[in-house]
């Protein structure tokens, strides 16, 4: 029922445009900004009618104000961050639900990259946007919770079904690869899907979405075995230079 489109803006962001097919509802995930996001819809003869927020950082929170202004959407965000997020009239924590015409999204408590990050898990659709929390071959960067809080993010997610479809904010996937493969050299399977990036990129082809199962198979981080093991992680893809 629920038809992602994805919208690159700035220099590797993903803005998506969530639509219900049966009832035309239409919501935007993480709008960095608002033209392109108004033009993408108006293409598609698509009424925005909310956002929907995963943190309150300015690439994702960016054009709230300006869509809002445009068609009167109603903003969703976190609880925790509802003070640093524009136009938000609904605050959201781990459990409560949101709707998109009729496809239904639990939210997830996934802080880590920020102190109130979210995830919408719409599982009957098989559709995750986790914002800055999952990437292809990578996670957020640890800029205001911590590497245990991390691990277990991680961890809720990884607990949807492994063929969810995974919408992340960036485009990251080339780098998180090079790193990656440093991790783990001799996992066949993510060799293999190193080299299948290198040539999407090459032909200018995204990488998003990918698969649940995907990341279980690949991911470094997600296949860190303790906390302390996903923190020397992150500290060296920090350091990375690859």
């Not at 998506?16 to 709008?31: E, K, M, Q, R, W």
């Not at 960095?32 to 929907?52: D, T």
């Not at 009239?89 to 639990?106: H, K, P, Q």
């Not at 920020?114 to 986790?130: K, M, N």
């Amino acid at each position: 029922m629920l038809e992602v489109v994805q919208i690159p803006v700035l220099s590797d962001n993903y803005v998506f445009l969530a639509h219900c097919s049966l009832t035309g509802a239409t919501a935007v995930i993480d709008p960095a900004v608002a033209e392109p996001v108004l033009e993408a819809a108006a293409a598609r003869g698509w009424k925005i009618s909310q956002i929907l927020n995963t943190h309150w950082h300015p690439d994702h929170v960016g054009g709230n104000a300006a869509i809002v202004a445009a068609t009167g959407a109603v903003v969703t965000g976190p609880a925790a961050e509802a003070a640093k997020i524009p136009e938000i009239s609904r605050a959201v924590t781990d459990g409560d639900t949101v709707r998109v015409g009729a496809s239904t999204g639990r939210v997830i408590d996934v802080a880590a990259h920020t102190a109130g990050h979210i995830a919408y898990a719409f599982e009957d659709d098989g559709v995750l946007f986790p914002g800055d929390t999952l990437f292809a071959l990578g996670c957020g960067r640890l800029f205001e919770g911590t590497a245990a809080q991390m691990h277990a993010a991680l961890g809720r997610l990884m607990a949807l079904a492994p063929e969810t479809r995974v919408y992340c904010a960036h485009e990251y996937t080339q780098s998180n690869a090079r790193f990656a493969v440093t991790v783990e050299p001799e996992n066949a399977a993510l060799m293999a899907r190193a080299a299948e990036i290198d040539r999407l990129r090459g032909d200018g082809v995204p990488t998003v979405p990918f698969t649940l199962a995907d990341e279980a198979a690949t991911n470094p981080f997600v296949r860190a075995e303790s906390v302390a093991e996903l923190a020397a992680r992150r500290a060296a893809k920090d350091a990375f230079r690859g």
